[in-house]
């Protein structure tokens, strides 16, 4: 088949891309071309790239018939944010492409009200950041097309994505590296909040792995959204404990109030931490599993273990220790 990919050199692109040319699909990878895909892989030099700059095109009105002249069977619309944006797309593409299937988030869901949060209105409340209630528009829009006799879509909804090239969502929520200095270091850390807050990670190439199962089995995946996770989630003691163990470390918690820990990092940081632990997400993958036959190679904690690796061998994440092979609890 001939597949265009939006935004193919990020994150689930690096993966994905070089899954579908080893299928034998005939790929096109539409991106600005500012980075290069995260695996170096030989098969990318089978793949036609297109420079295109996605929010100006939106914005002309012409990102639509840049993706429709290329004639293709299917496209992955893995940079799409906006409502508006993915409404142009389908009105485009609706008759000319046989399948859309776009990347959404698990922030269409807000805080959680039933656990696991399954697909569907009551596992969760709504969200209420602006990046989740346009994930959840979308994927409401998209399920009304198919429907509706409309463009086959399919919507697909990664966790927090992890993989090497790119620093992790870590044990408390956010992105701060030094996170990692004291936890490799054997240090106390100050932990909002219970400590049984839930995170639900994924690795980039077992979000590809979905996308490609999609792709293949349209059918069952005509007018479905899915969760996209790691067959387990991680609560911040439990990640804790985990990443101190690759250190050889024991983990030291020192409970803190919110407030007091918005006093000791920055308001970035802290309000990273929020989104995610306020959320508790913990999601289910069955309907992936069965409709798709999504089967997930990595749990969260090895996934992190590749990524923090990856940053610490490239000079990138400053650790008190060295860091230990992964080996499964």
């Given at each position: ?104 988030s698990i922030w269409r869901y807000g805080a959680s009200l039933k656990l ?68 490799s270091a054997g240090s106390p850390l100050q932990v909002p909040g219970s ?135």
């Open positions: 088949m001939k597949i265009v990919v939006v935004g193919g050199s990020g994150h689930i692109g690096s993966f994905l891309v070089p899954r579908l040319v080893r299928a034998g699909h005939e790929v096109t990878n539409l991106s600005r071309g500012s980075t290069s895909p995260y695996t170096d892989a030989p098969v990318w030099r089978q793949v036609r790239q297109i420079p295109l700059d996605r929010a100006q095109e939106d914005r002309d009105g012409t990102f639509g018939d840049r993706v429709a002249e290329l004639q293709p069977d299917v496209v992955v619309d893995l940079v799409c944010f906006t409502l508006q944006s993915a409404t142009m797309l389908v009105n485009r593409l609706r008759g000319d492409v046989g399948h859309l299937l776009h990347c959404g696991p949060i399954a697909e569907a209105a009551d596992s969760a409340a709504e969200p209420h950041d602006e990046y989740g209630i346009q994930k959840r528009a979308i994927a409401q829009m998209l399920k009304q097309e198919t429907a509706s006799g409309g463009l086959v879509t399919t919507s697909l909804h990664p966790g927090h994505i992890v993989g090497p090239g790119w620093q992790p969502i870590g044990p408390l929520g956010n992105l701060d590296p030094s996170v990692w200095l004291t936890i400590g049984v807050e839930l995170m639900h990670h994924v690795h980039a190439d077992d979000v590809a792995q979905a996308f490609e199962k999609a792709i293949g089995k349209a059918e069952a995946a005509a007018g479905e959204d899915f969760n996209i996770v790691a067959p387990t989630a991680l609560t911040v003691r439990g990640y804790v404990g985990i990443a101190a163990s690759w250190f050889g470390q024991t983990p030291q918690l020192a409970p803190v109030s919110w407030d007091e820990f918005r006093e000791q990092t920055t308001p970035e940081f802290a309000d990273s931490s929020w989104a995610h632990l306020s959320r508790n997400h913990y999601l289910t993958i069955e309907k992936a599993k069965t409709l798709l036959g999504y089967e997930p190679r990595y749990q969260p904690e090895e996934a992190v273990h590749e990524s923090v690796r990856w940053l610490i061998d490239n000079s990138k994440l400053e650790v008190a220790n060295p860091l230990r092979g992964y080996a499964a609890p």
